[in-house]
């Protein structure tokens, strides 16, 4: 089979020869070009038309997350970031994946670094993930006002608010019914923009989340959907008090689990535990910490991702009598992996385009 042909974007040359060398020592793959800036990215891409591109940020005349906005609208390609370990870079990352970007890799210790020999297994992972990708468009699918405007006004007239205003400083309550779990993956930036941009305001309900991300860069993701959304998103922290109109994002290198405490609230514990299926944090892990929580209406969700993580927990809840398993559909997934071991097994009870889910949740915990 013809090995998969790759462009690789860095205004180093060190760095250009670093990562062609890299790529290069799988068979699997062949470096067709290079470029030095995002314009010459845009151009070579269109001339080349290779199956991936590596693609760093910081570049002059233009820089990646131009360039791949362009890409993306004009020849639509696989494009893997090039992300340093600043807050800086980490948040720029959390952009280009919701701009199209189908996965990123760490530049360890800046832009000319050897240390990114390191990380050569997962490049080749994450190649091996974006030249099978299916693009999607970039686009956000808005969910229509008539769909949630009558879910909210439904004996809820304390959370119809401005569409761009967060119903308050801090969240409604430390009491709650209903409790919302989502497991994400590759893609999962950008899906979980989708979906927690559209929760309304004041709803009534926390939101777990487990992204698998490096630590650093969960931070950035939470300060990135907290800005979108009408509902208050934070990286989760050791003993946190679950409070209804908030996500919670599990912080990278860390398991989250949640516990009922003495004082009947429930809280988040951060664990160091032994990675769960090669993943801290794990989306099992903390599927399985809401199990014996029978008192509270769990709503369960799977979306996009490599691998099976949160399909056996999902399996579990739903045969201990949770009220929602939802998985999202091929369709709308970057990478059809966690979902479709969902599917499976049988542990969704619906398979949902990525746009319906917080309509659904919304039916789930508004009605």
Not at 25 to 50: H, M, S, W
Not at 95 to 116: M, N, Q
């Amino acid at each position: 089979m013809a090995p998969y042909n790759i462009l690789v974007v860095d205004d180093s040359v060190f760095m250009r020869k670093i990562i062609s060398d890299l790529i290069s020592d799988n068979p699997q793959y062949k470096v067709i070009g290079t470029a030095k800036n995002g314009q010459e990215a845009i151009e070579q891409v269109k001339l080349l038309r290779p199956d991936a591109v590596t693609m760093d940020v910081e570049m002059p005349i233009m820089n990646g997350l131009d360039a791949l906005q362009r890409i993306m609208a004009e020849q639509p390609t696989p494009v893997i970031m090039l992300s340093s370990l600043t807050q800086e870079g980490a948040f720029e990352t959390i952009k280009a994946l919701e701009w199209g970007a189908v996965d990123f890799i760490r530049k360890p210790s800046g832009s000319i670094s050897l240390d990114l020999y390191k990380v050569k297994q997962l490049l080749h992972e994450k190649l091996h993930m974006a030249v099978r990708t299916k693009l999607r468009p970039v686009q956000q699918q808005p969910v229509s006002p008539q769909v949630i405007q009558p879910l909210i006004s439904k004996g809820n007239d304390s959370l119809m608010k401005a569409p761009d205003t967060k119903l308050a400083a801090k969240p409604v309550s430390t009491h709650f019914d209903h409790l919302v779990a989502i497991g994400t993956s590759t893609g999962g930036p950008r899906a979980l923009h989708q979906v927690i941009s559209h929760i309304p305001a004041g709803f009534p309900a926390p939101i777990l989340i487990v992204q698998h991300m490096p630590p650093n860069f969960t931070k950035s993701l939470a300060q990135r959907l907290n800005d979108v959304s009408q509902i208050q998103v934070v990286e989760a922290a050791e003993g946190d008090v679950l409070q209804t109109a908030t996500a919670y994002v599990a912080p990278g290198g860390w398991h989250m689990i949640i516990y009922k405490d003495t004082d009947k609230t429930y809280k988040i514990r951060l664990t160091k535990e032994d990675p769960r299926s090669g993943h801290r944090p794990s989306v099992d892990v903390m599927f399985e910490s809401l199990l014996g929580m029978s008192e509270l209406k769990r709503h369960i969700v799977l979306m996009t991702g490599m691998g099976s993580d949160g399909a056996k927990g999902m399996l579990s809840l739903k045969q201990s009598g949770v009220s929602t398993t939802i998985a999202e559909c091929e369709e709308t997934c970057v990478v059809y992996g966690m979902p479709r071991a969902a599917v499976e097994i049988q542990a969704a009870m619906h398979v949902l385009p990525q746009q319906d889910i917080a309509i659904r949740l919304a039916q789930c915990v508004l009605n």
